[in-house]
């Protein structure tokens, strides 16, 4: 590994009680949204959730992420996989990134397979402006299986 990029996971507060097993291991793995850290070494500074609609702790989970070096803040696949996804993704990303100037990728694990399909059979994806949203998780079939 050349370098180290620091890291923090904002989850959903529907999943505030999450021990994050999936992101962690996603980030260990570097897969999903993680796959992109080819030739760095990933240092987790920060995970918390939102606080719930609308987002209450996203300023200071932010702030304090940043204060403990995080060059990259990922909004976890929770947000995405939920039912309904979460409204606010994209007010997240762009807050977080004009705020503290500071990457935000959208999504950590990838898209288990129960996911996928469900959200398939709703249509709740079929929407084009969802498909840059859901990309960085997109992983192959053994993947996505894998994490069910």
């Not at 996989?81 to 606010?88: K, S």
Request: hydrophobic content about 35%; overall charge negative; aromatic content about 10%.
């Amino acid at each position: 590994m050349s370098t180290k990029t620091k890291v923090g996971i904002i989850i959903c507060d529907r999943y505030r009680r999450c021990a994050g097993g999936k992101c962690l291991r996603a980030m260990r793995n570097k897969e999903g949204a993680f796959s992109i850290y080819t030739d760095t070494e990933l240092e987790l500074v920060g995970y918390t959730t939102c606080d719930g609609c609308p987002g209450g702790n996203i300023e200071y989970a932010g702030e304090e992420m940043v204060k403990n070096g995080a060059e990259v803040i990922h909004l976890a696949t929770g947000l995405v996989v939920g039912y309904p996804p979460c409204p606010y993704i994209e007010t997240f990303k762009a807050f977080l990134e004009k705020r503290y100037g500071v990457q935000v990728v959208v999504g950590t694990h990838p898209i288990p397979t129960k996911y996928l399909d469900m959200h398939t059979h709703l249509g709740t994806w079929a929407d084009p402006a969802w498909e840059p949203l859901i990309a960085p998780t997109m992983a192959d079939e053994a993947t996505r299986l894998d994490y069910n």
